[in-house]
């Protein structure tokens, strides 16, 4: 059992391995900020892969050598929760200071790059220096897929590992495998959403909000069809604001002059006011998932999190990120730039997760690889599928 610091944490935890977003009863202390709960779903799954007996963050904000020596005595290693850190405006603030100072092993625990649409990734001499320092700290760096690995190689940072995400392990399942239910028994669909988006990373917003407007549409015309928003702010305060602020949500929705040209309609709006999905509690989100029979759509961890729950799940891609998720396990996807016109249908054929649910296996593996290389104690395995590893390792 190890004594954890965690570094970029997202939410507070309770009962010991469970996350939601700070005094989450508070709803109006958050209502106008904008949290990514699906961050606070990686928290809340690595949390369920490891064995620990304490748990403190570690402040980058700030640099006191005395504070920082205290809990090198006190602290085994530190976690930094997998996210998209690796991009041009990253902020590590004094975490190059803390980190050579602290001196313990940094697990990095599937970070991500994010491409720019135009160009090479361009990285501070911060983000470099402290993707280096954490190299160097341990055994393996665990990044989500191919494409960051490659951008830490060209950094000279050769010991990554490929684990995609801990929110696709949450279950602590080896065994776990997708099946399509009868497409006449599909009742109940979820669609995680993305109406935010930024022009650096999807190339064609027009083209992006239409089709997701007509997705949205589409899919709660022929089912049971929860949207689920994962820390808009108009979406929040459309689910948990006051009937004031509610409509405050939908006037700001139509003066956004994207959002209110392409894709708040009458339907849209009505669908929001009446199918949107919210809560900054991580448990509410596996709860809803589960009830789901197919969840589909554009966000990395809430479809991760349905998969996870043996959901069936489509990725619509848009960017490098959503990219290199879909690559790493194999989960089918529409390129929502295409020119293609999607249809379920196409994905509605019992081979269709097979390379899924062969890929969850490998990188399943991958990930307690990871963590038993860099000496983690961890809750990913039983005695079966540790034989079957090492077989797979011996055969490779």
């Not at 050579?100 to 991500?112: D, E, M, S, T």
């Not at 928003?229 to 139509?254: F, N, P, R």
């Not at 991760?304 to 891609?317: D, R, W």
């Amino acid at each position: 059992m190890a004594r954890v610091l965690v570094m970029i944490p997202s939410g507070e935890v309770y009962d010991h391995d469970n996350v939601r977003w700070y005094k989450y009863q508070d709803v109006q202390r958050s209502i106008n900020h904008y949290h990514n709960i699906g961050d606070a779903f990686v928290f809340d799954s690595t949390l369920k892969l490891l064995k620990f007996t304490q748990l403190r963050t570690l402040t980058i904000n700030q640099f006191v050598e005395e504070d920082v020596d205290r809990l090198r005595s006190e602290f085994d290693y530190v976690v930094l929760r997998g996210s998209n850190y690796i991009h041009s405006d990253m902020n590590w603030e004094c975490a190059e200071q803390v980190l050579k100072r602290l001196g313990l092993p940094v697990l990095a625990f599937g970070i991500g790059a994010q491409a720019p649409v135009n160009g090479k990734i361009e990285l501070s001499e911060s983000t470099k220096n402290v993707l280096r320092i954490i190299g160097d700290s341990t055994q393996s760096i665990g990044v989500r897929g191919a494409y960051t690995a490659q951008v830490l190689w060209d950094l000279g940072i050769r010991n990554t590992r490929i684990i995609g995400c801990p929110t696709a392990f949450r279950k602590n399942n080896p065994d776990l495998k997708i099946t399509l239910p009868k497409v006449e028994n599909l009742k109940k669909v979820g669609l995680t959403i993305r109406r935010e988006v930024s022009p650096a990373y999807a190339k064609d917003i027009k083209q992006y909000l239409t089709f997701h407007r007509d997705l949205v549409k589409s899919f709660a015309s022929r089912f049971d069809t929860t949207l689920f928003a994962q820390g808009e702010v108009e979406e929040k305060k459309l689910v948990l604001g006051t009937d004031e602020q509610k409509e405050e949500a939908i006037e700001a929705l139509k003066k956004n002059a994207w959002v209110g040209e392409w894709y708040l309609d009458e339907e849209i709006e009505r669908l929001y006011r009446s199918r949107l999905f919210y809560s900054d509690v991580v448990a509410d989100y596996d709860a809803a998932v589960s009830a789901c029979d197919l969840v589909l759509g554009y966000r990395l961890h809430g479809n991760l999190m349905a998969l996870a729950n043996g959901v069936p799940s489509i990725y619509f891609t848009y960017d490098s990120r959503t990219r290199e998720f879909a690559d790493t396990f194999k989960i089918p996807r529409f390129d929502v730039f295409s020119a293609k016109v999607f249809r379920l249908s196409d994905y509605w054929d019992p081979s269709c997760f097979d390379p899924f649910n062969g890929a969850y296996r490998h990188v399943y593996a991958a990930m307690h690889q990871f963590l038993e290389e860099n000496k983690i104690p961890n809750r990913m395995l039983g005695n079966e599928f540790v034989l079957d590893e090492k077989r797979m390792a011996a055969a490779q």
